[in-house]
């Protein structure tokens, strides 16, 4: 897990990926983007036959 207030995004632009967050595990198709609040434990995983690829950006809150 991040720190409370981080965030990630994630654009898939190849395959299709699966983020599992508290139990939750959506389909992110290519082309899609997804976000989420980063401070739970979570994982990234390729459940297809392709190869996947993706672009992610993560914001974290300064530390006070």
């Known amino acids: 897990p991040n720190p409370p207030g981080t965030v990630e995004l994630v654009h898939v632009t190849a ?5 599992a967050v508290e ?3 959506p389909l992110v198709p ?3 983007s997804a976000t989420f609040e980063a401070n739970v ?4 995983a390729n459940r297809g036959e392709a190869p996947m690829e993706m ?5 974290v809150p ?3």
């Not at 395959?15 to 983020?19: K, L, N, S, V």
């Not at 672009?55 to 914001?59: K, L, W």
Request: charged content about 15%; aromatic content about 4%.
């Open 23 to 25: 139990g939750e595990d």
């Open 15 to 19: 395959g299709g990926r699966t983020r």
């Open 30 to 32: 290519t082309g899609a």
């Open 41 to 44: 434990p979570h994982v990234y």
């Open 62 to 64: 300064p530390v006070q």
């Open 55 to 59: 672009m992610m950006a993560v914001s």
